[in-house]
Nanobody
Framework: QVQLVESGGGLVQPGGSLSLSCAVS????????MGWFRQAPGKEREFVAA????????GYADSAKGRFTISKDNAKNTVYLRMNSLKPEDTAVYYC????????????????????WGQGTQVTVSS
């Protein structure tokens, strides 16, 4: 059974930083691409960042480029999202997800390319 457990959300002031973690079990993590998505109230879920199974390739939404960093520790079966220079518009529930199949070199941008999802962790950016 595949399980994803996110942690690290919370309340942060504008301009602050936050790190999210997602621990994965039940998959061969080293060949699993991972992604982070977010959903704000009243909006559709949107792509934030993704990383290939090996961790060597990464992709970001325009809104995340230069501020967010996705990383992957295959020894700990954990994917991270480091968020800097946070803005109120980053407020959302953040979800991690596992990419379908096996992928050492590719990452995915679309939600339908992911098969298992975490429960989500709330990030609120407010003064």
């Amino acid at each position: 059974q595949v399980q994803l457990v996110e942690s690290g959300g919370g309340l942060v002031q504008p301009g602050g930083s936050l790190s999210l973690s997602c621990a994965v079990s039940g998959r061969t993590f080293s060949t699993t691409a991972m992604g982070w998505f977010r959903q704000a109230p009243g909006k559709e879920r949107e792509f934030v960042a993704a990383i290939s199974g090996s961790g060597g390739r990464r992709g970001y939404a325009d809104s995340a480029k230069g501020r967010f960093t996705i990383s992957k520790d295959n020894a700990k079966n954990t994917v991270y999202l480091r968020m800097n220079s946070l803005k109120p518009e980053d407020t959302a529930v953040y979800y991690c997800a596992t990419g379908r199949g096996s992928s050492n070199l590719s990452y995915y941008l679309r939600s339908y390319e992911y098969d298992y999802w975490g429960q989500g962790t709330q990030v609120t950016v407010s003064s």
